[in-house]
C-alpha cells in the first residue's frame, strides 16, 4: 500500500519532458491545482487533529474559513512559479541536447550527416541495399589553384546539388574530405546507378563561382550492392574499389562494382581500365 502510494505521487509530480515553453506553463498550472488540493486537505484534516488532541489554540470555524481562504491560493501561486523555474530549465537544458545531438551528427560544412551518424543509418537498415560512393575530380588543383575558400565552396555546393537530385530514400552523407556516400536501401543496383548517373550529370551541369572566372566539377563514382547485414566495411570496400577504378578509367563516370566482378578475376587495375570503359559506355 504504501509504494503504491508512493508511486502514485512521483508520478503526479514529475515533469517529464516538454515540447514547448507554452506546454510548460500548462503542466505547472495542473501541477500547481493538485499541490494547492492537497495541500488544502493536508490543513483541514492538521486542524481536526489538532481538535482530536485539544491542541488548537483558536476556534475550529474561523480556523477553517481562514485555511480555506489563504491555504490554496498562496500554495497555487508558489507551485506555479516554483514548476516554472523548474520546467523551464528541463526545457532549456533538453534543447541543448538536442542542439548538441544534431551538431555531434552533422558535417559542418556541408550540412549533410557526417560519417558517424551515416553508419549509424547504415546500420539501422536491413535487407537489400546500395552504397553510392562519389569523390570530387581533382580536388586538390581547385584548392591550389582557387584557394581553399572556393574548395570549400565546392564541397558545400555538390552537397546541396545531391541532396537535391536524392531520391526520397537516399540517405547522403559528407564522409570527409572531397568524398561524398549515398545510402539507398531497398534498391536494385540498376536504379541505384540510374539515381548516381543523375547526382553525376547534375554535378557536372552545375556552374560553381571562383575568385575570377566561373568553372565546372566532376565528380566519380562507385557503386556496390548487398545486404546490409553484411555489414559496412564489406559493402564498402567494393565501392571503394570501384571508385578507384572509376578514378582511374578516366573520372567522370560510375563503375558499378558487380559488373566488373567476373572480369576483375585476376586482372590488374591496368588490364581493367578497358572493361571500365566499355562498361561506361554500355550503361550510358
Not at 534543447?95 to 559542418?108: H, V
Not at 574499389?241 to 559488373?259: D, E, S
Amino acid at each position: 500500500m504504501a509504494a503504491s502510494v508512493h508511486a502514485w505521487i512521483i508520478r503526479q509530480l514529475t515533469l517529464g519532458e516538454f515540447s514547448s515553453r507554452r506546454a510548460v506553463l500548462a503542466k505547472a498550472v495542473v501541477m500547481a491545482a493538485k499541490i494547492a488540493v492537497f495541500a488544502y486537505v493536508l490543513n483541514i484534516l492538521s486542524h481536526f487533529v489538532l481538535v482530536a488532541f485539544n491542541l488548537l489554540p483558536y476556534d475550529l470555524w474561523p480556523a477553517l474559513v481562514i485555511a480555506t481562504v489563504l491555504t490554496p491560493p498562496v500554495s497555487f501561486v508558489v507551485a506555479v512559479i516554483a514548476y516554472s523555474v523548474v520546467g523551464l530549465a528541463i526545457y532549456d537544458l533538453g534543447l541543448s541536447n538536442q542542439r548538441f545531438e544534431m551538431l555531434s551528427r552533422t558535417d559542418m560544412l556541408s550540412g549533410l550527416m557526417n560519417r558517424r551518424a551515416f553508419l549509424e543509418e547504415f546500420e539501422r537498415v536491413r535487407g537489400r541495399t546500395c552504397l553510392v560512393l562519389f569523390d570530387i575530380d581533382r580536388f586538390k588543383s581547385i584548392n591550389d589553384g582557387l584557394g581553399h575558400k572556393a574548395g570549400d565552396d565546392v564541397i558545400a555546393k555538390v552537397a546541396q546539388v545531391l541532396t537535391t537530385v536524392a531520391p526520397p530514400i537516399a540517405q547522403v552523407s559528407r564522409l570527409g574530405g572531397e568524398e561524398f556516400a549515398v545510402l539507398l536501401p531497398g534498391t536494385t543496383g540498376a536504379e541505384a546507378l540510374a539515381v548516381a548517373e543523375s547526382m553525376r550529370e547534375a554535378v557536372e551541369a552545375t556552374v560553381f563561382t571562383g575568385p575570377a572566372n566561373p568553372f565546372s566539377v566532376t565528380v566519380s563514382g562507385g557503386i556496390a550492392e548487398g545486404l546490409a547485414e553484411l555489414g559496412f566495411s564489406e559493402i564498402f570496400s567494393h565501392v571503394d574499389r570501384a571508385l578507384y577504378l572509376a578514378k582511374a578509367a578516366g573520372r567522370n563516370r560510375i563503375v558499378h562494382a558487380n559488373a566488373l566482378q567476373d572480369a576483375a578475376l585476376g586482372a590488374t587495375t591496368a588490364e581493367l581500365l578497358p572493361v571500365i570503359a566499355n562498361e561506361t559506355r554500355r550503361l550510358a
